[in-house]
């Protein structure tokens, strides 16, 4: 049920009832936004069949994120169905279970200092990050488009994403996102082998930015037939 302003009457109650010390109105206002990314990637098919998840900080000092519950139709998505999760990813407001790579938000957040860590499971991505896998990144290098990520300002810039094997192993796989994220300051993304993109950004306008322009230079690497760094 919804009131006339659109907001779901449960989060309204939950708000008059909140005792949880981080800023409700925040996580509201980061949990709309979020949906509505969320529903933009659907309509690209970046997040079909439940797949993909999407964060967000909503306070530092203690972490809270918002994040998708697990299982969710990507297609309608709403703001009720994020929930609020710790620095150990336990739920802190909010019903369901959040996804199990919301451990992986968790160590982005942390190595990156990242405000927002979106991931999408592309046709593009999942073929590049298993055709690619065995050099263990996939480089794009030469496209106008790049200067669309965070600090870069030339078309000559070489992104190099990271392929990390899939596993369900989360906690294990935390870890080597970690690793992986220490050994290559400066990246903007990675791609878990068979899988699909993690990216991020400062805030959440710039994680929605770094989606759009990775996915669309991977679309330009396999509608070219080549990726370019053979
Ligand atoms: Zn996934």
Not at 14 to 36: I, P
Not at 85 to 109: C, T, W, Y
Not at 137 to 162: F, N, Q, S
Request: glycine share 10%; proline share 3%.
């Amino acid at each position: 049920m919804r009131t006339r302003k659109g907001r779901p009457r449960k989060i309204l109650a939950q708000r008059r009832a909140d005792s949880n010390g981080t800023n409700l109105q925040g996580f509201l206002k980061t949990a709309e936004s979020l949906a509505e990314i969320g529903r933009g990637f659907y309509a690209r098919g970046w997040v079909l069949g439940t797949s993909g998840n999407f964060s967000a900080v909503v306070a530092r000092e203690p972490l809270r994120l918002a994040i998708t519950s697990t299982g969710l139709d990507k297609g309608g998505l709403t703001p009720a169905q994020f929930l609020e999760i710790d620095d150990k990813a336990n739920v802190r407001r909010g019903d369901g279970r959040p996804s199990a790579e919301a451990l992986l938000h968790l160590a982005i957040v942390r190595s990156e200092n990242a405000g927002a860590v979106l991931h999408t499971h592309s046709v593009w991505s999942t073929v590049l990050s298993g055709a690619e896998a065995r050099r263990g990144g996939l480089a794009l290098e030469g496209y106008e488009m790049l200067k669309g990520l965070a600090g870069v300002a030339t078309h000559k810039h070489r992104e190099w994403l990271p392929i990390l094997e899939n596993s369900q192993d989360m906690v294990e796989l935390a870890d080597r996102v970690s690793e992986a994220l220490r050994e290559k300051p400066g990246t903007h993304g990675f791609l878990l082998q068979d899988h699909g993109l993690y990216t991020w950004g400062e805030s959440l306008a710039e994680a929605k930015r770094h989606v759009e322009i990775l996915e669309f230079l991977m679309e330009v690497v396999v509608r070219c037939g080549a990726a370019p760094n053979a």
